[in-house]
């Protein structure tokens, strides 16, 4: 009884932590988010882990459609790629902080997540001259040590509604599931790198955005940064 008992516990206690590390609207470690408001028809793509080479191209799909998005940057590719992180910015994008070289956090102390942290939010706010808002965790995993250093730095965290999973399915599918899961206040997740890759192929990112954008306008949605979107009125 006492075993089967304490077995129950930890079971109970691994589940919670699970849904404290990945859940998309767990607030165990810090304050986050993973919609904004359903209150207008308008829904928020975020792009995570560049800026790239290609970002140049992406953000010429955006700007013939009139788009405004959330990117999530890393500080070594800032620092890579200055003139493609200020191009961001002067376009009028949102600029989110994503750690500096996108590790996982889970396993890390305090002071490893803090450093990531900061570095990243200094160099962004060096090249780009945008002081970061919003935080988005490499992979989504959260971890011991982010509320401290959110608080410090004024970061809200921020999850999705959705992934695209645009590392892994071809185009058309990627499309075709963000269109499914269209809806007010939706939080899109893609990818305008991949990690720490030089040089990464974002080919399925740029067309998928080609084939979804028009598809959700038809449907009457706009498109607005991440900080829009959690504003329950324009």
């Not at 945008?130 to 989504?140: D, E, K, S, T, V």
Request: charged share 20%; proline share 5%.
């Amino acid at each position: 009884m006492l075993l089967e008992a304490a077995g129950g516990l930890i079971g109970s206690a691994a589940g919670v932590m699970a849904y404290g590390v990945r859940g998309r609207s767990s607030t165990l470690f810090a304050p986050s988010v993973y919609h904004g408001s359903a209150g207008r028809n308008a829904i928020a793509i975020t792009f995570d882990d560049g800026p790239s080479e290609s970002t140049a191209l992406l953000l010429r799909v955006l700007a013939e459609y009139g788009v405004t998005a959330t990117f999530f940057q890393c500080g070594v590719h800032v620092r890579r790629l200055p003139d493609a992180a200020r191009e961001v910015a002067a376009k009028g994008h949102e600029i989110g902080n994503h750690t500096d070289s996108h590790p996982h956090l889970y396993f890390k102390s305090a002071a490893f997540i803090s450093r990531e942290i900061e570095r990243a939010q200094e160099s962004i706010h060096q090249i780009t001259e945008r002081r970061p808002q919003l935080f988005r965790a490499p992979y989504g995993v959260r971890w011991f040590g982010l509320r401290p250093v959110q608080h410090r730095l004024n970061l809200l965290g921020v999850m999705w509604t959705a992934i695209g999973r645009d590392w892994k399915w071809p185009s058309d599918r990627v499309a075709d599931f963000l269109a499914r899961q269209a809806r007010n206040g939706a939080i899109f997740c893609l990818h305008d790198g991949r990690g720490l890759t030089a040089k990464p192929d974002i080919g399925v990112t740029i067309e998928a955005v080609r084939q979804l954008i028009p598809r959700l306008l038809e449907r009457g949605f706009q498109f607005e940064t991440v900080s829009q979107i959690l504003c329950p009125t324009k």
